[in-house]
């Protein structure tokens, strides 16, 4: 019997373990490429339809993380925790699972807000970053978040922990807004063409439009009643003149009697 060459299946060896790997690495790329697509038109368009339906809550949100972003992640992790334990106490019992189901339900619709909101800063931010000027609305912020985001996602440990930070401060602000302790007023960025503190300077220009507003309604409601004094002082004059014309009247009259 003869001895098989061992050249004739060196070929077809070699197309398999050379082949494999790159079709898996093209397959890796389609769908790593497909997600981010699939991720950053996902986010653009909940997004566009919260700003549609939410315009002054996304507005305040997104102020808001760019005022105290810091502040918005604490908040958003304590929110977090007492969400997840009181989920986890109220699923022991049957009753509560009846809650827990439609709460976690109406939270996940209020979460596309939350992410909505910090989609939006993220793109304002990178646009602050680069020095691109702000042009008026969120449209353009949000197209450049959801990018930024959806790449982001495709980092596999620092991408993932970028991610959940953004989520957390939205989240944040969504439990400020939920409980009704979000009163605060940072002004508006989405037609400013200045930088992050484009609302702290909005907010002090209206408090001083206000102060000035007051001092203009105090001159006003000044001159008013100093109006009215002088003129019920000059009613009070011809009063009394007409008084005492009547009283020499009659005693002229009674001169003339006889």
Not at 101 to 121: C, S
Request: hydrophobic share 50%; no cysteine.
């Amino acid at each position: 019997m003869a001895p098989v060459a061992p050249s004739a299946s060196l070929p077809s060896r070699a197309v398999t373990t050379v082949g494999v790997p790159r079709r898996n690495a093209f397959d890796l790329g389609l769908s790593l490429f497909a997600d981010f697509v699939l991720t950053a038109a996902v986010l653009a368009v909940l997004g566009a339809i919260v700003l549609w339906l939410a315009p002054t809550f996304t507005d305040d949100g997104v102020e808001y993380l760019h005022a105290e972003p810091v502040e918005a992640l604490l908040y958003g992790l304590v929110a977090l925790v007492i969400t997840t334990v009181t989920a986890f106490v109220l699923a022991i019992t049957i009753v509560g699972l009846l809650v827990v189901i439609p709460g976690l339900i109406l939270l996940a619709v209020l979460g596309v807000g939350a992410t909505t909101v910090a989609v939006i800063a993220l793109g304002s931010w990178l646009r602050q970053t680069v020095g691109s000027a702000q042009a008026p609305g969120y449209g353009v912020p949000l197209l450049v978040g959801a990018v930024a985001w959806a790449a982001a996602e495709l980092v596999p440990v620092a991408g993932d922990l970028f991610v959940f930070a953004l989520s957390t401060m939205g989240y944040g602000y969504l439990a400020l807004w939920v409980t009704g302790r979000f009163g605060r007023d940072y002004g508006s960025l989405a037609g400013s063409n200045g930088g992050g503190g484009g609302g702290s300077r909005d907010r002090d220009d209206r408090e001083s439009r206000r102060a000035v507003d007051e001092g203009e309604r105090s001159d006003r409601f000044r001159n008013v009643a100093a109006v009215d004094a002088e003129r019920d002082a000059d009613e009070r004059d011809r009063s009394n003149d007409d008084a005492t014309g009547r009283e020499g009247d009659v005693t002229g009259r009674d001169d003339d009697a006889p």
